[in-house]
């Protein structure tokens, strides 16, 4: 939690002075891992290593690659680059530095990696002498005091977005005038792009009766047409949407997700059109999403409908 971290980086730094230790390593699964989610950290919590470890020479973060890098008076803060898989043989590993190498081009380019356990020191060995002379190994305190020195280190932190991924299910209780009896969301959410897939449930007829949709939605993007996600929009009200079209932005909050919903509905003169704004919101804990939803053409500025929902582990 912010306000335990400072207090636990200044006990981190008064060891880090009496076992002598130079360089300290961070390791994050709070938003996933490499594979799913990322093992970034926004530059806030990087200004809590800084303020809070001035003994330290230079941090290593990640486990596998990562991309949060800063330099402070001469102390870097880099992440891991290369995760040195036991499965991978040599030759793939010689390669793959490689190509890290040809993406980096400028000169010194500073590797971190991550030597799974599993490995052993004739198999790296191996792998440095097949690089050649171009390649040297140096160790953690003698790499950041070099990196510190160079002027080729990028600066880039974890853009700090609420991440709405995972699997959600209504809790009708705490939800107000929603329609369905069943409401599940699945979220995938990468930068800002955002898949949702919605499932609605009704339980009142005999025979199966839901309605499945699913959409991707670039955050800032165009809007995207397709059929409506809920099964009556309007509720009670005699007017009927078939077809959307959605779009997604962050509010001025920075924290408040809005999907807006452009909605030709019939009505009994015709057609209209209605603006429907749902305002997604995650709780601190990150274990429940409220989304409120208001429309242009409603009294007021309550919203219409109220769901919460509750992440499914």
Not at 32 to 44: A, I, S
Not at 80 to 105: C, G, I, S
Not at 176 to 201: E, G, H, M, P, W
Not at 235 to 250: Q, Y
């Amino acid at each position: 939690p912010p306000d335990k971290l400072p207090g636990v980086l200044k006990l981190a730094d008064d060891l880090m002075k009496r076992l002598d230790l130079h360089v300290f390593g961070i390791m994050d699964y709070t938003e996933g891992n490499r594979y799913v989610g990322n093992v970034d950290l926004p530059k806030e919590i990087v200004d809590a290593y800084y303020a809070n470890m001035p003994t330290v020479k230079g941090f290593f973060n990640g486990y596998g690659p990562g991309n949060t890098y800063d330099k402070r008076d001469g102390v870097p803060f880099i992440s891991y680059q290369y995760y040195a898989d036991e499965n991978l043989n040599a030759d793939e590993m010689v390669k793959d530095f490689r190509e890290l190498a040809r993406l980096n081009p400028d000169r010194p380019y500073f590797i971190p990696v991550h030597v799974r356990e599993y490995n052993d020191v004739g198999r790296m060995k191996e792998v440095m002498d097949r690089l050649g002379p171009e390649y040297k190994v140096v160790n953690p305190t003698e790499f950041v005091l070099m990196a510190g020195k160079a002027a080729n280190l990028t600066r880039r932190f974890l853009d700090r977005r609420p991440d709405f991924s995972g699997r959600w299910q209504l809790d009708a209780k705490a939800s107000r005038n929603v329609f369905a009896t069943r409401y599940d969301l699945t979220v995938q959410q990468k930068n800002d792009v955002l898949s949702i897939a919605s499932l609605v449930f009704y339980h009142r007829f005999i025979h199966h009766r839901e309605w499945r949709v699913e959409r991707t939605l670039k955050i800032g993007g165009e809007p995207i047409k397709g059929l409506d996600y809920h099964t009556r929009r309007m509720k009670h009200l005699a007017a009927w949407s078939d077809s959307v079209t959605t779009r997604a932005e962050w509010a001025a909050d920075g924290q408040t997700l809005r999907v807006i919903a452009e909605c030709p509905v019939e009505t009994a003169q015709g057609h209209s059109t209605v603006t429907c704004t749902d305002a997604w919101r995650l709780s601190t804990d990150g274990m429940t999403l409220t989304i409120e939803e208001y429309r242009d053409t409603r009294e007021g500025d309550v919203p219409v409908t109220v769901f919460v929902y509750r992440r499914q582990l």
